[in-house]
């Protein structure tokens, strides 16, 4: 018989997975210095919490996940009190007291009372229907609703809604995910990652709806459905709150011991009171709070160390995530921010699925996210928990542990060498390296000339790096560089990523980097306006155009000048004004206080430092007189200068100020691959300078001179004439079809004056004038891109839109926050 | 409420890989970063080149490019990056509950 009488008492608040485990280190230690007593909310035994998923999915049964049975409390002497909560502390006479009426004295208390799952504040969060996913009574009711079949919508595509969403759908419910962030698992996933998960579980059926922000649950006695804020109402019988959890920390701040984010603790684990003692989640240790189990265990060992009195102290964790969906292989660990001289390495398999990308700092890793291939997940969180030095393994550290440590091949050079001719060098194409050597001995000197020879990296890229090892190994020195790559993110050049981009009907630009292997995470400032262009062209009205791949004048439709301000142009149609518009002008002018406004060289009215904060209402004021932005920021039409032509002048010929207006109202708002200037001269004397205008006539007795690829910029260029017609109609049609032809072929910030220099007139001439079938395709497909492209983007930011571009986001007065204080 | 840490507003209201700002009287203008891992920076919204506001440049991996003259301006140090030389003063900066928060002395000394 052990004597209770000598032996301190511990009673522990949680029977979960951190109080138990607490105590099992506890008694490891030593068994006989606490008599041990646990309270425990639910009614079960101590079980493994994160087994719950499998529970759902139907891959576990309860009593597969049980960790301590009851013959363990049993065994160890320890009083278990379940389904009887802990209500109150009183500090002062050392007890607890329980909802049951039970009051227990302690010499120590251990509260391990977890985190409850974060409830929306929206109107119906309290209907019968809605379930968090924290415990077994709600994975009861998840299947109980499930037996009942139906719709199901998972709010939060974190982890436990993923898993939530995973098992629901296995059970037959028909799931839809809401995520208020654009991607899946934001917090542990880049955006390549969050974009293949999101993929990987549409094709298993789940609706994934990213940057949807819930505003109501509704339903009469039950849940019938949710509504965004947006209006789309998604049917529901049961809806899952998964969006996020908080620290249970109520009880200890009722008794008044320290607590922030969760209950305050050192690196002993002991609280504001150096009799209570606080673990698991409910904790915040050096100003964090953890979500995942590995801390907890790194957390009670520590603890066990104070309790026996050999103190060894917790440092933090650092914390690695796997998704358990089974099928899907998601992990990430540690700190992607990088930062300080922090290099991303990336690898891309889009052939077997596979994205990993490492973050070193100073020759140690620091960060990884692998998606598709996590077998070497777990080397990575050791090397980056021990802060190994790596500079040996960098060039192959991506490679995986296999590779890195296979019989010192740390030379990738060595290793590629090393590799037998029968290797498959190239997926896509299924080249060998015998073959690549064999296309480089018959004088394929450059990447290119090998992707034209043997296709080897000609569809993916994946394998560039291995090409580009293998031309080093044969030719050494005499290796030619290729033609110019779209910028340092990728191997591919502009074209090969555009015919990639409509050949693999890719719909987005994580799509496009993952399936092209870009090296960088998001990309870099040349490559994303151009991806962002290329997409818009090849889906018109369904690519959803993003903001933040657009140089600041295209975000914030304004030009941004040397100080900061902007300048702002409003169209005039074909250089034409009125009274009513200059007053417009003019009032925006005194205002705003704007200290020029200037004539441009394009025959128009610029107004010049207005502040962001100011941009709205200053379109506000000029689109109530009827005026619509210029987009003389634009990569796209800017302004149709005209003379004023037969209307007025002796020598004209034809209304050359009325084709200009037409020109202009049919072909302002399109985006294109720089910017693209129109001009309408109403005789030779070409007053409106036509022969410099990317477009441009010149009115003849007998029709319409068009001219193209004419230049007054850097290089100095003059038009070619393309063709001659005789009707404004037929001046429209060409310029249509010329101007689809420039967006669908021209590399991103090429004007038509250095393309048609690279293509050739003949080309131009060949698609638009010869071949009438193309020239009415290449038409009809601008016309249809302009139903979706004019709208004026001031009007729609003078009434709120893109707010967050304008305002700042909070202000900072010193003096006055030293008042308050 | 002064303490160490000031409460700027919730993370979601700066766009993933953009920036919002913060005008500090009179002071220097700071300029709030959201990459597209989701880490925040701040820096003072002045590039060390000829002081572009850094706040509207394209923000891609964890740098940003100044919309000016396209100096690539890393945003953990504020070192201009390649072969340009200049540096931007950082203000330390976290997440609280979904908050953000910048340090207060950090933003009054880039005041002054
Ligand atoms: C405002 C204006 C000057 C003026 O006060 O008259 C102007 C101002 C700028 N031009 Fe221009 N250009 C202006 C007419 C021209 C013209 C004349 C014309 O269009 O008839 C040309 C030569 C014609 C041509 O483009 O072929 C011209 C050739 C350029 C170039 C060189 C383009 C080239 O291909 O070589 C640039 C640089 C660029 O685009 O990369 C440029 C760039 C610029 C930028 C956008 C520089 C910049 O990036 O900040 C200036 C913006 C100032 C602002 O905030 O508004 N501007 N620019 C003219 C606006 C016309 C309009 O109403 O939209
Ligand atoms: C479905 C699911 C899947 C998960 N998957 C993973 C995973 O894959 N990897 C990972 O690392 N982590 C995962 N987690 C998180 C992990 O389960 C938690 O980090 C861990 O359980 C926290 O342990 P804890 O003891 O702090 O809290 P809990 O395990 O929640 O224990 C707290 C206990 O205290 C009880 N309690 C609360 N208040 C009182 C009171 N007043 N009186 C008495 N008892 C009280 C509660 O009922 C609960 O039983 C998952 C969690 C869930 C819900
Ligand atoms: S010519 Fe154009 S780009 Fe040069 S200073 Fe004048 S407006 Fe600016
Ligand atoms: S001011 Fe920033 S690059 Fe010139």
Same mark, same amino acid.
């Given at each position: ?821 | ?7 700027? +507003?919730? !993370?979601?209201?700066?766009? *993933?890989? &953009? ?10 203008? $700071? %300029? /709030? ?18 002081? +572009?506001? !850094?706040?509207?440049?394209? *923000?891609? &991996? ?10 690539? $301006? %890393? /945003? ?37």
């Amino acid at each position: 018989m052990i004597d209770h009488v000598e032996r301190l008492h511990l009673v522990v608040i949680g029977n979960g997975m951190a109080g138990c485990r607490a105590v099992e280190e506890l008694l490891a230690r030593d068994a006989r210095r606490y008599r041990v007593t646990i309270f425990g909310a639910e009614r079960h035994v101590n079980y493994n919490r994160i087994m719950l998923s499998p529970v759902l999915a139907g891959e576990k049964s309860f009593d597969d996940i049980v960790i301590n049975d009851a013959d363990w409390y049993r065994a160890n002497d320890i009083a278990l009190i379940a389904g009887d909560p802990v209500t109150a502390i009183d500090r002062a006479s050392r007890t607890v007291m329980s909802r049951g009426g039970r009051v227990v004295h302690y010499d120590k208390l251990l509260i391990a009372t977890g985190s409850d799952p974060f409830i929306i504040p929206v109107p119906g969060a309290a209907l019968p229907g809605v379930v968090g996913f924290r415990d077994m009574s709600d994975v009861d009711a998840m299947l109980a609703a499930a037996e009942r079949g139906g719709d199901a919508v998972v709010i939060g595509g974190g982890l436990l809604g993923l898993e939530a969403a995973h098992g629901l759908s296995l059970r037959g419910m028909k799931v839809t995910v809401l995520h208020l962030m654009p991607t899946l698992m934001e917090r542990q996933l880049d955006e390549a990652a969050g974009w293949l998960l999101k993929s990987a579980l549409e094709a298993r059926g789940q609706t994934i709806l990213t940057g949807a922000d819930t505003a109501e649950i509704i339903g009469a006695d039950a849940v019938e459905g949710v509504r965004l804020k947006d209006g789309r109402v998604i049917p529901a019988q049961l809806v899952v709150m998964a969006a996020g959890i908080r620290p249970n920390t109520a009880l200890a701040r009722e008794a008044g011991l320290a607590v922030d984010r969760g209950i305050k603790v050192d690196d002993h684990l002991v609280t504001s009171d150096p009799d209570v003692l606080a673990v698991g989640e409910c904790v915040e240790h050096d100003g964090q709070v953890y979500g995942l189990v590995a801390p907890l265990w790194e957390m009670c060992r520590a603890l066990a160390d104070g309790l026996v009195g050999q103190p060894s102290g917790y440092r933090g964790s650092v914390t690695s995530t796997k998704l358990k969906v089974s099928g899907i292989d998601v992990f990430s660990a540690g700190d992607f921010a990088g930062g300080d001289g922090a290099e991303d390495i990336v690898l891309r398999d889009a052939s077997r699925g596979v994205y990993k990308r490492v973050v070193v700092r100073d020759d140690r890793l620091v960060g990884a996210v692998l998606y598709g291939d996590t077998a070497d997940g777990a080397w990575y969180f050791d090397l980056l928990r021990k802060q190994e030095d790596i500079a040996g393994l960098r060039d192959v550290l991506i490679f995986g542990q296999a590779f890195a440590q296979g019989g010192g091949q740390a030379d990738p050079r060595a290793a590629v060498a090393a590799l037998p001719d029968d290797t498959e060098i190239c997926g896509c194409n299924g080249v060998s390296k015998g073959q690549v050597i064999a296309c480089i001995g018959n004088g394929a000197a450059s990447l290119d000339a090998v992707r034209a020879g043997c296709k080897a990296s000609a569809s993916c890229g994946s394998c560039t790096t291995l090409v580009g090892q293998l031309l080093d190994l044969t030719l050494g020195e005499a290796v030619e560089a290729g033609p110019k790559t779209m910028c340092k993110c990728t191997s591919f050049g502009h074209d090969d990523v555009r015919r990639e981009i409509v050949a693999q009907e890719m719909r987005s630009i994580p799509e496009v980097m993952h399936k092209l292997h870009w090296s960088t995470p998001d990309g870099c400032s040349s490559c994303r306006p151009a991806l962002n262009y290329y997409l818009l062209c090849a889906l018109p009205g369904d690519y959803r155009d993003d903001q933040q791949s657009r140089f600041v004048n295209e975000r914030m439709h304004a030009n941004i000048q040397k100080d900061g301000t902007y300048s702002v142009v409003p169209r005039m149609w074909g250089g034409i004004t009125t009274p009513g518009e200059l007053r417009a002008i003019a009032d925006v002018v005194e205002k705003y206080n704007a200290p020029m406004v200037k004539v441009t060289g394009g025959q128009r009215l610029d107004i010049f430092g207005i502040r962001k904060e100011d941009l709205p209402a200053v379109w506000a004021d000029l689109n109530a007189a009827g005026m619509v932005s210029g987009h003389a920021y634009g990569k796209a039409l800017r302004t149709v200068k005209t003379c004023v032509g037969a209307e007025w002048c002796r020598f004209g010929t034809q209304d050359s100020t009325g084709l200009g207006v037409k020109l202009e109202r049919g072909f302002w708002g399109s985006w294109m691959p720089h910017k693209f200037k129109m001009a309408v001269s109403g005789c030779p004397r070409n007053c409106a300078e036509a022969t410099i205008k990317d477009f441009g006539v010149i009115c003849v007795d007998s029709g319409y001179e068009l001219h193209v690829g004419g230049n007054g910029g850097i290089h100095i260029r003059a038009t070619d004439l393309l063709v001659k017609v005789a009707t404004e109609t037929e001046a429209i049609h060409y310029a249509a079809a010329f101007v689809q032809l420039y967006r669908e072929e021209a590399r991103y910030l090429e004007r038509t004056a250095p393309w048609i220099e690279r293509v050739g007139l003949a080309h131009v001439k060949d698609r638009i004038v010869e071949d009438a079938a193309g020239r009415d395709a290449l038409a009809a497909r601008f016309w249809h891109a302009q139903t979706f492209s004019q709208d004026d983007p001031w009007a729609e930011r003078a009434v709120g839109k893109a707010r967050e571009q304008h305002a700042h986001m909070a202000a900072f007065n010193p003096i006055r926050v030293e008042e308050i204080a | 409420m002064t303490g160490e840490w000031l409460d700027i +507003g919730w !993370l979601e209201e700066i766009p *993933v890989r &953009g920036s919002r700002t913060v005008p500090v009287d009179g002071g220097e203008e $700071i %300029a /709030l970063f959201r990459t597209g891992d989701d880490k925040v920076f701040a820096l003072v919204n002045r590039c060390p080149h000829k002081g +572009g506001p !850094l706040s509207q440049g394209i *923000v891609h &991996g964890h740098s940003v490019a100044c919309p000016l003259h396209n100096w690539t $301006i %890393a /945003l953990a140090t504020g070192e201009a990056q390649g072969g340009d030389r200049g540096c931007t003063p950082i203000i330390p900066v976290k997440i609280s509950g979904g908050r953000v928060l910048i340090c207060r002395a950090s933003t009054l000394r880039a005041a002054a």
